[in-house]
């Protein structure tokens, strides 16, 4: 049996994973690093120091037999897959696979996080495996992108970014109002949990910052914490923060239809885990007449993980061997 090992050190998460040639999950191990109440987030050298005490306590885990089978190792070792783009904490998953990889002679695949991201919501047998090109959206803490995307030749995905955040990242603002909240980092479940208990949820919203595919979270940020202090209940703050996501979402989308004439998309990223976001996507987008096809990664693979980058190194190994994309 053939498997392929994947390793990513995100900002807040230690992930490693083994799937099998095809990219069914066979293993999938994280551990989230610790924040401090209060703080809204870790420095890049916390961050990599706690990676590094992190992955030996998921390698334990690992049962022989897939490294007795190993085939090939894809590790995350940059945000993006473009020039340039780089953050310390991706060092401790690309030394651990180096040594790995050398150790045991398979072949080593450096990817992105992005693209872990994009193969963790397209499993086998996924219609967008099919398709030439759609869109994406990737929103996280650390990202707030649109995406055209394209089926490639050796890379497998050609990413063209098409449209970002001016400001703040859809998690960062996520954060920043939930801490000020009183809750803890990171604040995307509770916040959702809050929103989801709201009553009268159409009394009060946050405007949306929309041009064409550039869009802002900076104001919302500061509406948001007005209302705090305003004496708001939490449960409505959080529920007009989420709104307010799903409402710059429905926009940018529609814009970027228009642009391109896509109408397929795949939606990544720890944000797009949330309920209240991908129920009024649906329900505004999917019908008449825009006719959307929206596809959600899996609630569980939404997150930072490498179940996407496992899933890289079995396709790059497949076009290695047969020359096909």
Not at 40 to 63: M, T, Y
Not at 99 to 124: C, D, K, T, W
Not at 301 to 317: E, F, I, K, Q, S
Request: glycine fraction near 10%.
């Amino acid at each position: 049996m053939a498997w392929y090992l994947g390793i990513d050190t995100s900002a807040y998460t230690t992930s490693v994973s083994v799937v099998d040639a095809i990219g069914n999950v066979v293993l999938d191990l994280r551990n989230l690093l610790e924040v401090a109440p209060g703080r809204r987030g870790l420095r890049q050298s916390e961050a990599l120091f706690l990676h590094q005490k992190n992955l030996p306590q998921l390698f334990v885990q690992i049962d022989k037999e897939y490294f007795a089978g190993l085939k090939g190792i894809g590790v995350s070792s940059r945000p993006r897959p473009m020039k340039d783009s780089y953050m310390p904490v991706f060092l401790a998953g690309v030394s651990i696979a180096k040594i790995i990889a050398a150790v045991l002679g398979v072949r080593l695949y450096e990817v992105s996080h992005q693209e872990g991201h994009i193969m963790a919501g397209i499993e086998p047998g996924h219609v967008l495996r099919r398709e030439t090109s759609f869109l994406g959206i990737h929103f996280s803490g650390g990202t707030s992108e649109i995406l055209k995307i394209a089926m490639g030749a050796g890379t497998y995905f050609d990413i063209e970014l098409i449209g970002a955040s001016a400001d703040l990242h859809v998690g960062q603002l996520i954060d920043r109002i939930g801490v000020a909240m009183g809750l803890n980092f990171p604040a995307g479940p509770e916040l959702e949990r809050l929103a989801l208990k709201a009553d009268g949820r159409n009394d009060k919203f946050l405007s949306s910052a929309v041009k064409d595919l550039r869009f802002s979270f900076s104001g919302a940020e500061a509406a948001a914490l007005r209302m705090i202090e305003q004496g708001y209940s939490k449960e409505e703050i959080a529920f007009c923060t989420l709104r307010m996501v799903a409402n710059t979402l429905e926009k940018v989308l529609v814009n970027a239809q228009e642009r391109t004439g896509l109408n397929k998309v795949l939606l990544v990223g720890g944000v797009m885990s949330n309920q209240i976001v991908k129920e009024r996507l649906r329900d505004r987008l999917e019908n008449a007449p825009r006719g959307f096809e929206l596809y959600f990664a899996e609630p569980g693979l939404c997150g930072d993980n490498a179940v996407g980058t496992a899933r890289m190194a079995a396709v790059m190994a497949e076009i290695n061997e047969r020359g096909i994309v």
